[in-house]
């Protein structure tokens, strides 16, 4: 699917950082697709934007309730059983790549407890009941900056495959 992006929106956008130049790319693969980031739609992308569309949803989910929220909402399998860790790695992000690994073990185990029906009180309770992804939180707190840069350049040095630039 071609997604195209006006040469001087991704130029306003890469002046004003990191984060509206990959906001710009992310909002356009999306809105390419509907909005839905769902069974019908993944197909119509490739891998990099399904990577890319895959760290906004990990990035918005843990910083705002952790692996247990992003777990809990159902993003378990497509973060954890999809290659996006090896594409990440492939990227450059070694010890992002090696956290959602991490991640993985901690799915593969708590998974269906995780994603099971519940109260909010009850869902308030699983952080007290799964302490194991505390650190992963943290972890990924302290490393966000980095790992949204080196995707930054990633999806710089690679546009091409992310976008159509229209001049």
């Not at 490739?46 to 777990?71: H, K, S």
């Amino acid at each position: 699917m071609d997604i195209y992006i006006q040469e001087s929106s991704l130029q306003e956008a890469a002046s004003q950082g990191t984060d509206a130049f990959l906001t710009l790319i992310h909002d356009r693969i999306k809105e390419a697709i509907g909005g839905e980031v769902n069974a019908e739609t993944l197909p119509l992308l490739n891998g990099e934007q399904t990577t890319l569309l895959a760290y906004f949803i990990l990035r918005e989910e843990v910083m705002d309730g952790g692996f247990i929220q992003l777990i809990h909402n159902g993003y378990g399998p497509f973060i954890f059983l999809n290659p996006f860790a090896k594409a990440i790695r492939l990227w450059g992000a070694h010890d992002f790549s090696k956290l959602i690994y991490k991640g993985r073990k901690l799915f593969e185990e708590y998974g269906d407890e995780l994603t099971a029906d519940c109260t909010d009180e009850e869902f308030m309770a699983l952080f007290e009941q799964y302490p194991d992804f505390d650190d992963l939180d943290d972890e990924f707190i302290e490393m966000e900056e980095e790992v949204t840069d080196i995707i930054a350049h990633y999806v710089d040095d690679h546009l091409e495959v992310f976008v159509s630039i229209e001049h």
